[in-house]
């Protein structure tokens, strides 16, 4: 699903895409589209031409975004968080969705709703022009996935009762090297949010790390205090809801604003998804897979509203598109609240309305979920391949022909094979995957 995800969102991008979320402004809310793909338009110098900002006069009040790069550069750029944007929308749907109806949904859903957070945000949209902030995508991707994955969960329904009730982790080892990788890339992810290696993207960094250790630590110790343990799958979730809260504001705040909203991001989806999810109904009913609308909705809103109370001037000026534009704490007013506030309701009911057109549409011509029996036999009825053949698809495990047995009888001299299984500590003589 994911590398689907990654290459055709790759192409729909260069085709459509790009200048829908970056290019010139047909609504307030979506550019015209186009492709991306001539060199006359590559190699020239990257423009955002929706981005100059005026004042009620008429006057500009901010120029044009004009990074010192080439256009080819800020187009691979963005690709990357759009297709982030899907892929962590896929870990809603996990383990159910038809793989024939994801090709279909994936590309449509770029278009028709990552481009409308995108550019209204981003590119120039009438969010960007009002003042709401998101630096780094803490609504274009987080909340828009969160809130795109949980209604699509809704619409493919749920994963088999066996599922559901115990769903181990497939390798923890994995998980943790994935997790590092991940808070590595961070860097790179609120590090390049400003276009240069500038003030704004060392600021972002730092913040990044920071905020992403305390939230971490805030939800390892709710581990301990209510479970008695610290979990390393609740340590990394911690570590992600930082991540995704410092998102919005990762080059607007100070260090000790870093560790306010680590402390928040660590506490507040620990309690909607250990406590609220289980008092909550809807939540139950909706099969959250990987829990995305925790982590990255809840997580994202709870960043852009932080960042409406925390946002810096002196670092605010550097970034954003309005002059004196700054956070509650440093004289900005509750009109920024308002602001962050009308922006995330804008993003959460764009998100639920085209996941759902798109969906429904594609419902009339493809299955969303695989059939229980398919469920019930997993990767090879959906791709004629498992992910894991220890003993060859469908086979017996026969222990007389097992190598290990047969070099132990051919060294030990009278071991029977039951003797040579009890050292290797088999538990019984058949095994059937």
Partial sequence: MALYAFASSLIIWVLLAYRMAFGERLLPFWGKAGPALGQSYLIKRATMPSTTHFFHNGTVESPMTEPFYAQATLVIFEFM?????????????????????????????????YTVGAFSLWGGGFLYQWGVIDYSGGYVIHLSSGVAGFTAAYWVGPRLKCDRERFSPNNILLMIAGAGLLWLGWSGFNGGAPYAANLTASVAILNTHICAATSLLTWTCLDVIFFGKPSVIGAVQGMMTGLVCITPGAGLVHAWAAILMGLFSGSVPWFTMMILHKKWSLLQKVDDTLAVFHTHAVAGLLGGVLTGFLALPELSSFDLPISGEKGVFYGGGLIQIFKQLMGALF???????????????????????????????GDDAAHGEEAYALWGDGEKFDATRHETIVHAGAAGGDNTVQQQLSNLGARGVTIQL
């Fill in 81 to 113: 968080y759009a297709a982030i944007t899907l892929i962590l929308l896929a870990g809603s749907v996990l383990g159910r969705m038809n793989i024939k109806a994801w090709m279909a949904f994936s590309p449509l859903w770029l278009l028709l709703s």
């Fill in 347 to 377: 993003v959460i009911l764009w998100n639920i309305m085209s996941t759902t057109t798109i969906l429904l549409s594609i419902g009339w011509f493809i299955p969303l979920r695989m059939p229980d029996n398919e469920l019930m036999i």
